[in-house]
């Protein structure tokens, strides 16, 4: 059996917060992600490292981890007001979709599967709306 990555693209950019914490003067303070911002950035991460681990090592048992991990990310970006770039939650969102999407595939869930990559190619083809079509 090949892995997935031979047989599928994943995206494995990780979520990178830069925050300077030191105010450019008294009154002004850079505001930290909501909780559920940051719990979206720390579980996708954490996606992709067990991804790339199940991956490298033809764990399919770690792929059922892998994708409750997506759908917990998947869920924390629904909620999180967190993001002041658009394009940068809309990405992480067409990640999840596409590597949920061979994560199926490679557990031989295809129908799952062709449901990921059904609503990752109605984003695509959505109008200025992107990701937000999907809600």
């Not at 494995?12 to 009154?27: G, H, Q, Y």
């Not at 939650?89 to 599967?113: P, Q, R």
């Amino acid at each position: 059996k090949h892995s997935c990555s031979q047989q599928h693209y994943i995206y494995r950019n990780a979520i990178a917060a830069f925050l300077d914490l030191t105010p450019k003067n008294e009154s002004s303070t850079q505001e930290l992600p909501s909780s559920s911002g940051l719990t979206a950035m720390i579980v996708f991460n954490l996606s992709l490292v067990y991804h790339c681990h199940a991956d490298r090592y033809s764990s399919s048992s770690n792929l059922t981890k892998v994708l409750r991990l997506y759908k917990k990310a998947l869920d924390a970006l629904k909620t999180a007001p967190w993001l002041a770039h658009k394009s940068y939650s809309d990405m992480t969102v067409l990640g999840i979709l596409n590597n949920m999407g061979a994560v199926f595939h490679e557990l031989d869930k295809y129908e799952e599967a062709e449901d990921c990559f059904k609503v990752l190619k109605n984003v695509f083809m959505t109008s200025k709306d992107g990701v937000v079509a999907l809600e």
